[in-house]
């Protein structure tokens, strides 16, 4: 294990943060900071040999605390929205704050990108780093105690490999997923529009006119702008008036990944041509979300970049959104005593 811890600014209420560094044989190097358990810079060489960092960031924790953006960050307790800030589970209604309009988003201004995790020394494997948080009974609304870790590996195969791990002592809602923004050009490179987009998915969820919560549908792709099937550029139907992604200011929707959940399966590929970087997405979860970075804007991020509208694209693996208040939506409760575990796989390589 090569890690060298350095610091990486103080929170506003002056805790100290530390960006580790993860290294591998194959060229594949990721910073992550115990802030927010988040992914902060994740560097890979181009066709050429060049190294370029591929996911958006900030220099300090100060632009992690301030920003609205998420960028890298791990969310949860529960990532995505619940319709009303509110759900019922065994009969009992539980409250979370409202922070898009009357819906919760990412489990509020408390969640957990927000929060200092702590550095699990022992449980590290080689190029690999855990990230532990407890969370107590009723933190941001939710019921139990939880105890939550996340593991960032980098693997011999030039992939980052993230393992998250949750036991609570009551049920709960959990939903935990990371907010990468990927530019397989560099994220100082500007939008994404002409990268290569291939979701591994038939069927996506609709957003509801009046906010970005899933209607309960379960739509198929084929003949609309989301039909990824066979891999298409991120911006040749962006722009094309299509009612959904109108309501979205661009992709930033659900889609249900083909195959069963519970087990490994790809969800996603992307490509570069200018790079020649590709990137494949894996997962046990049974959905993701994909995002075109449509509310960024003027971002000052990391070396005196600007990010802006569509400078990255996310794919965050989760649960179906709100589907604790969705009839039709598979729910996933962590039931007391249970182990929740989630995989998720980025997997980096050149284009032959
Ligand atoms: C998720 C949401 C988006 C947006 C970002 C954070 O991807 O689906 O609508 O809120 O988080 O900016």
């Known amino acids: 294990m090569r890690r060298t811890p350095r610091e990486f600014g103080k929170t506003f209420s002056g805790q100290a943060a530390e960006l580790c560094r993860l290294t591998t044989a194959n060229g594949l190097e990721a910073d992550v900071t115990d802030y927010g358990a988040t992914l902060v810079s994740l560097r890979y060489p181009d066709q050429n040999g060049k190294v370029r960092d591929l996911v958006l960031g900030y220099d300090s924790v100060l632009g992690y605390e301030t920003g609205s953006c998420y960028f890298g960050a791990t969310v949860g307790r529960n990532a995505n929205r619940i319709r009303g800030a509110v759900f019922d589970l065994n009969g009992q209604e539980y409250h979370l704050s409202a922070n898009e309009g009357r819906n919760n988003l990412h489990s509020g201004p408390n969640g957990y990108s927000f929060r200092l995790w702590q550095i699990r020394e022992a449980e590290q494997k080689e190029n690999a780093i855990t990230f532990h948080l407890s969370s107590p009974d009723g933190d941001q609304g939710f019921p139990g105690n939880l105890e939550a870790s996340v593991t960032y590996e980098l693997t011999g195969d030039g992939a980052l490999k993230i393992h998250y791990e949750a036991v609570s002592d009551q049920s709960t809602l959990i939903n935990m997923t990371n907010h990468g923004y990927f530019n397989l050009n560099g994220h100082d490179s500007g939008n994404v529009l002409n990268q290569w987009m291939e979701l591994e998915a038939e069927y996506y969820t609709p957003v509801c006119a009046s906010s970005a919560l899933p209607t309960g549908e379960i739509r198929e792709v084929a003949g609309t702008p989301f039909d990824f099937r066979r891999p298409k550029k991120i911006g040749q139907e962006i722009e094309d008036g299509d009612i959904q992604i ?26 570069s041509e200018e790079s020649g970087i590709a990137m494949e997405v894996w997962t046990d979860l049974p959905c993701v979300q994909f995002y075109t970075a449509n509310f960024v804007e003027g971002q000052k991020g990391k070396e005196g970049a600007v990010y802006g509208k569509r400078s990255g694209f996310c794919l965050e693996t989760q649960y179906f959104p709100n589907s604790i208040n969705t009839p039709g939506f598979p729910v996933f409760v962590l039931q007391p005593g249970k182990r929740w575990e989630a995989t998720t796989i980025y997997r980096f390589y050149h284009m032959a």
């Open 246 to 271: 109108g309501r979205a200011g661009g992709y930033d929707h659900n889609f249900v990944i083909n195959g069963v959940s519970g087990a490994l399966r790809k969800a996603a590929s992307a490509f």
